[in-house]
């Protein structure tokens, strides 16, 4: 599952960009004096996420996807409903692995149908579909704490926040820090210089860090 | 608040993506522990750029999404109504673009024009200058904004060449063609500019945009500018 697919991992556990071939490097290189003292190695799926690694999220959506599927749409749902649900719920998962507060052993197909089955029966719960009949709501309470409100609460922050870049800021910010291109790359992209990207990044950083000040500063000056 | 400068900004950066090396990450750490701001600022930093990375996986998940269409068997009478919509939006949406077309003119300029991407930018936050900013608007694609602080320089020093010709761009390049022509004919008739031969090019764009083809075929290239074979086919094709 997923073996091999992880990428740009390095020995520290570090993001950069990497092969799948570094990765059986590692695997086979690694002093065993290293291994010893280390906990748990992350598994691989949990690395491609923090990675933002493209094909680990594909592979997670093909393998993962089907049985909430199953689910949502054996609870008046439609397919639609079933990937609105999956996507939410990918998200968690992968705040979790950015956050590395997965629990050791956690397995992404149990994770991901907890927190969309959790997520489903909020919706059938709603006002607006009463008329829906649950079929499958055993064990709800047992999996609660797999979707916490403060994760909902971040999840709409860090959306907020996204939402204060214009496009420009997005098409350089994105390449940096989510494809974790190099600076060469990006300015070999778009056609300008490399330290002309180096101080775009910079400015638009610091125009997200100032709205932030300014919208944190508003909210003490209206709670005093 | 305090500006943050630039070496900070990416010290914390390298801190955040893990790219510090050992001893550099323990110096960082142990100033951490007694540095309050720096933490604040750590923090901060972390967040914005958690924010970046939740954009990108949530436009990789939408992705992914498109590769897992909805099953055929779901809303019948739905996706029946679905298809006659996407039709009508076919037989609209033809209707619309054969009477919104481009025109010869602008399909020409479209085909020939390329924005200049502007000067090198190298400068921290703190220095402050205004050229620069202005630069970095132009970069990316902030026009009115570049426009705004090239024109309060050029009011500063109304000789510059490197003022007009940017503002010329800038207005080119928001599609404002008449009102990018006059800065760059007027850097084009600067003959020792070194700005000269593209706002010559650019300044004929700007005609052919606008549909004045005789101001165009009288636009005079030196030449050995290669821009003048470039022009000469222009003005073919518009026959």
Redesign the interface.
Known sequence: MLVGQAKRLSATGTCGTWTGLRIIVLRFFLPVEARDNEPLAEPNWATGLRCNDAATVRALYKQHFPAIRQYVVGNSGTTDDAQDIFQEAMTVLWLKAKERSLAVGSEPGAFLFQVAKNKWLDVVRSAAHKHMKVVHDEGRLDVRAETPDDTEEKLQRLRSVYGQLDEKCRTVLDQFYFERKDLATIAAGMGVEEESIRTIKYRCMMKLRASRRTIAGEANTSGT | ?S??D?PT??RIEAYV???MGADERLAFEQRMATDHALRAEVE??R???????????????????A??P??RN??GGLSTWLKYAAVLAVLLGGTLWFTLRPNANERLFAAHFRPD??L??????TEGHTF?DAM?AY????HDEAIGKFTALLKEDPASDTLRFYIGCAELNAGRAERALPMLQAVADQERSVFARKARWYAFLALVRSGDRNAAAAVRFEVDDPNGAKARAVLSELN
């Open positions: 608040m500006a943050l630039k900004f990416e993506l893990d790219r901060l930093e967040e914005n750029i958690l924010a970046i990375e939740l954009g990108g996986m949530e436009r990789l998940l939408k992705a992914a999404r590769e897992h909805e099953r779901e809303g991407p502007g090198p930018v190298v400068m921290g936050a620069h970095v970069k990316l694609g902030d």
